[in-house]
């Protein structure tokens, strides 16, 4: 068990990458090695009933180790980045009260970089104001569809809209909505809030691979998802009342499926369509960590096997956070 003193900064681990690369069976080994419980930094795993399309761990492949925020939601329920920070500080102060090392992991790095540099995400005092505005985006969505938002985001900010999804519909009213308020462009409220230094001594992993590599095993990972049964979990979701514009069903795997359902794709399209999606959330992932400050690069293909692999983590663990 590893002493923490509350007078320093207290030690936090974090375990990202792309989506695919292994972070899940790694994640074992190290919070094992250090003393160290596992909080989820995925927006969907987050939800119960979500479990396939998710790549949800399961109790066996814990082995043991606590988790938190998986499966304490249900996915009619909304789940952001201001929820996840709330949700993750309160865990944390669990973790460190039993002498324990707590792991992020997850690949929402939006989440991480919250939790991270404890950024204040609280808006200007004009509800008035912004819930007008935020209705009529929410009418132009619904008349002229997803994109034309994000193209008018694209026109105002086209630094965060790179980093986001067409569909990803909150984010682009969120970001629009924060322009039209303060007439600054959420980028740049990003660039501010990660000049902030971290209250905590960390050691941030991001776990990649070979690009040709990852996308065969992300190909895999889909059609294994198909195999197990994602369209049966997404037609109970549905049975539940879980529909489009619902925070949960806007995660890869669902809304291909959704489409399908309601007769907008062929079974294979949904399919082919969710390889692609996934390739290309892949790529976003990339780009965003490559931007984060003091962040440690693993690449898999450097290392002989995952033994060689936590022991480099172990070492950068210690000179970072002083965990022995």
């Known amino acids: 068990m590893t002493e923490i003193n509350k007078e320093e900064k207290r030690p936090l681990i974090i375990l990202t990458g792309p989506t695919a690369a292994g972070k899940t069976r790694l994640s074992i080994a190290l919070a094992r090695a250090v003393g160290g419980e596992v909080i989820s930094a995925d ?29 304490v939601l249900d996915p009619r329920e909304e789940f952001n980045v201001v929820r996840f920070q709330s949700m993750a ?17 997850g690949g929402t790095g939006f989440y991480i970089q919250a939790l991270l540099y404890g950024i204040d995400f609280s808006q200007p005092e004009e509800e008035g104001e912004a819930g007008d505005y935020r209705k009529r985006l929410e009418a132009l969505a619904e008349e002229k569809g997803n994109q034309y938002l994000y193209d008018l985001l694209n ?8 980093e986001n999804h067409p ?9 629009l909505e924060y322009i039209y308020l303060t007439g600054r462009t959420f ?17 941030y992993f991001v776990l990649t691979m070979d690009r040709a590599r990852l996308y065969e095993r992300i190909n895999l990972r889909v059609d294994q998802m198909i195999d197990g049964g994602l369209l049966e979990e997404v037609k109970k979701l549905r049975a539940m009342g879980c529909k489009k514009g619902m925070t949960s069903m806007q995660g890869l795997g669902y809304k291909e499926m959704l489409d399908y359902l309601e007769g907008k794709l062929t079974f294979e399209q949904a399919a082919e369509l969710l390889k692609r999606d996934t390739r290309r959330f892949a790529k976003r992932q990339l780009t965003w960590f490559r931007r984060e400050r003091d962040v440690i690069w693993l690449e898999r293909e450097q290392y002989a096997g995952q033994k060689e692999l936590l022991k480099e983590m172990l070492e950068r663990i210690e000179l970072r956070c002083g965990i022995h």
């Open 43 to 71: 927006s969907m795993q987050v939800y119960r009933g979500m479990d396939i399309g998710s790549a949800k761990i399961s109790r066996k492949e814990m082995e043991g180790i606590p988790h938190h925020l998986i499966d």
């Open 167 to 175: 569909n990803n519909q909150k984010r682009v009213i969120r970001a």
């Open 155 to 162: 026109e105002k900010d086209p630094e965060y809209a790179a």
């Open 89 to 105: 500080v309160e865990a944390m102060e669990r973790i460190y009260g039993r002498g324990h090392i707590p792991l992020v992991v």
């Open 187 to 203: 980028s740049s409220y990003n660039h501010e809030q990660r000049k902030k230094e971290s209250p905590y001594r960390f050691a």
